[in-house]
């Protein structure tokens, strides 16, 4: 989707050097695509994820990012053993 924004952009800027009306449906077309996220590749229906460190929105929302933490973890302990047991010692 981001990249017909910026195609249908550049058109409207180039057809603004006869009629400057375009260029302001062009400045129209980049805000409400930066506004409602149109040129984004995660379309999600939810809310914007929280930032780091804040208080999670929903006890759903705070499970989901516990279990994936917790995939992650399990995942490098598999992938990289040693440096696992390093970090272990070192604690």
């Given amino acids: 989707m981001g990249t017909i924004v910026m195609a249908a ?4 800027v180039v057809l603004g050097f006869t009629n ?3 260029w ?3 400045v129209a077309l980049l805000y409400l695509s930066v506004r409602y996220g149109w040129g984004s590749s995660a379309s999600s ?3 914007p994820p929280a930032a780091p460190g804040s208080a999670p929105a929903t006890y759903r929302a705070y ?3 516990r279990d994936q ?3 992650w973890k399990r995942r ?3 992938e990289r053993p040693f440096e696992a047991r390093r970090q ?3 604690k």
Avoid at 9 to 12: K, M
């Fill in 45 to 47: 229906s939810g809310p």
């Fill in 9 to 12: 952009t550049a058109v409207l």
């Fill in 63 to 65: 499970k989901a990012r």
């Fill in 20 to 22: 400057p009306v375009w």
């Fill in 76 to 78: 490098y302990r598999r």
């Fill in 24 to 26: 302001l449906a062009a």
């Fill in 69 to 71: 933490q917790a995939k």
């Fill in 88 to 90: 272990e010692r070192t």
